[in-house]
Antibody, heavy 122, light 107 residues
Framework: QVQLQESGPGLVKPSETLSLTCSVS????????WSWIRQPPGKGLEWIGY???????NYNPSLKSRVTISVDTSKNQFSLNLSSVTAADTAVYYC????????????????WGQGTLVTVSS | EIVLTQSPGTLSLSPGERATLSCRAS???????LAWYQQKPGQAPRLLIY???TRATGIPDRFSGSGSGTDFTLTISRLEPEDFAVYYC????????FGGGTKVEIK
């Protein structure tokens, strides 16, 4: 059973960089896509971006200028950096495995971490 | 960006009743790229349906999905107490977006 666990600071100051890591256990990070998704308190879900194990990325256009996602296959981890944060970036941040299947064609998120709340405040 | 609009925002029903949730896309979405999730308070979303109509592993058959093009539906045939939650649709054509969610609450 694949398990994902987010880790990182729960409090970040405005204008600084939010950094989170997702550790994958119970399976290899290889051959899959890995995403970050966030959810402001009491609101809906927003996809941030994904990384393929090989390092290729795809970001949400609305966040692209501030987002960097990286992968460390040797540690079975991937990470999120979100720069120049404001209070609007306060949210529960989830990491998830994103399936992009060619045959039969399908695209969805099948495994999720429990989420970690990051608050942006001075 | 493809916008997904879910309706109604809140559905008030009793256990045993049928729930019909709608997800409308601002432009056509291949049914292969449409999924549904259930989220309970304090928990991560859980995959219910992918490919618009395929149940994920372990999902009871009271959950079913249908639709094509711009109109998709999640149906819960008979609500169980554990089904009261928020439901989200999601698409990935060129960029991933989620609908705003439908809350299914106990009447």
């Amino acid at each position: 059973q694949v398990q994902l666990q987010e880790s990182g600071p729960g409090l970040v100051k405005p204008s600084e960089t939010l950094s989170l890591t997702c550790s994958v256990s119970g399976g290899s990070i290889n051959s899959y896509y890995w995403s970050w998704i966030r959810q402001p308190p009491g609101k809906g879900l927003e996809w941030i971006g994904y990384i393929y194990y090989s390092g290729s990325t795809n970001y949400n256009p609305s966040l692209k200028s501030r987002v960097t996602i990286s992968v460390d296959t040797s540690k079975n981890q991937f990470s999120l950096n979100l720069s120049s944060v404001t209070a609007a970036d306060t949210a529960v941040y989830y990491c998830a495995r994103q399936r992009i299947v060619v045959a039969p064609s399908a695209r969805y998120f099948d495994y999720w971490g429990q989420g970690t709340l990051v608050t942006v405040s001075s | 960006e493809i916008v997904l609009t879910q309706s109604p925002g809140t559905l008030s029903l009793s256990p045993g009743e049928r729930a019909t949730l709608s997800c409308r896309a601002s432009q056509s979405v291949s049914s292969s790229y449409l999924a549904w999730y259930q989220q309970k308070p304090g928990q991560a979303p859980r995959l219910l349906i992918y490919g618009a109509s395929t149940r994920a592993t372990g999902i009871p058959d009271r959950f079913s999905g249908s639709g094509s093009g711009t109109d998709f539906t999640l149906t819960i045939s008979r609500l169980e107490p554990e089904d009261f939650a928020v439901y989200y649709c999601q698409q990935y054509v060129t960029s991933v977006t989620f609908g705003g969610g439908t809350k299914v609450e106990i009447k």
